[in-house]
């Protein structure tokens, strides 16, 4: 069973999260070994990594971990710990809508897709109240729509996807050529969810359509440049797709 995939910010707020480049290969380094299963050697990694940076995108690592160790509740313990911590800065933070989606990943993996859909809609009026041009706040209509179509509920999940593709191509017209990057690459993803939900609903001319958008544009995706960080990125996407598999 093929099942939709959610999208994660890795420049909350619109800037780059700057780490020092030990650390970034330290996080590469403890994802590679999360994904040979190699679960103490990650931790050992992943815990370098975060005394060398207070990042938040290792966070998600971390609990990433737990999760793989049979351990949900330290998970979205940790998560929120983190939710808990940036409230205090600015409450309005992205990065916030961020954590919560991972929270609600682990909540969906359980099962409980009610509680992943609150979570989820709890990201969206973060995102959507920061403005409704930006990258963030398609990936929020996705995951809604991620959290609803695991629920069963596919038809309410497409509108939410429809939203998001939109709020995508919105955003690469208003936006200058080389910022346009972000929006581009969520393309593949939520076109996929897109053509997974026509096809569920037995609409598969238009399903069809979707996949074929969603193959196209990956091919942006895998010709990006190759940096540690977009390596980083790709690293984690393709984890995000095998946990959905």
């Known amino acids: 069973f093929v099942r939709p995939v959610m999208i994660w910010s890795n420049e909350p707020d619109g800037i780059q999260v700057q780490m020092p480049v030990a650390a970034l290969h330290l996080m590469l380094e403890g994802l590679a070994h999360m994904t040979a299963k190699e679960y103490d050697a990650s931790e050992r990694s992943l815990a370098k990594a975060y005394s060398l940076s207070r990042a938040p995108t290792i966070i998600p690592l971390m609990a990433r971990l737990d999760v793989r160790r049979g351990q949900r509740d330290a998970a979205l313990r940790r998560l929120q710990s983190a939710i808990d911590a940036l409230e205090k800065e600015d409450p309005s933070s992205s990065k916030i809508a961020s954590m919560l989606w991972h929270q609600a990943s682990i909540h969906y993996t359980a099962g409980a897709h009610g509680r992943a859909a609150e979570v989820c809609e709890r990201a969206l009026a973060i995102v959507t109240a920061r403005g409704t ?46 910022s346009s990057r972000k929006y581009k690459m969520q393309i593949p993803a ?11 609903l037995g609409d598969l001319a238009r399903a069809m359509d979707s996949f074929r958008v969603a193959l196209e ?18 690293a984690q996407a393709i984890a995000i797709e095998l946990d959905a598999l």
Do not use: I
């Open 217 to 234: 544009e990956r091919a942006f995706y895998e010709n990006e440049s190759n940096t540690e960080r977009a390596r980083l990125a790709k």
């Open 190 to 200: 939520v076109a996929a969810n897109r053509g997974l939900a026509f096809w569920q």
């Open 133 to 178: 041009d930006t990258a963030e706040y398609a990936a929020g209509q996705n995951n809604l729509g991620v959290a609803l179509q695991l629920g069963g509920s596919t038809a309410r999940a497409l509108e939410y996807y429809e939203r998001s593709f939109v709020a995508l191509q919105n955003g690469m017209r208003n936006t200058q050529p080389g």
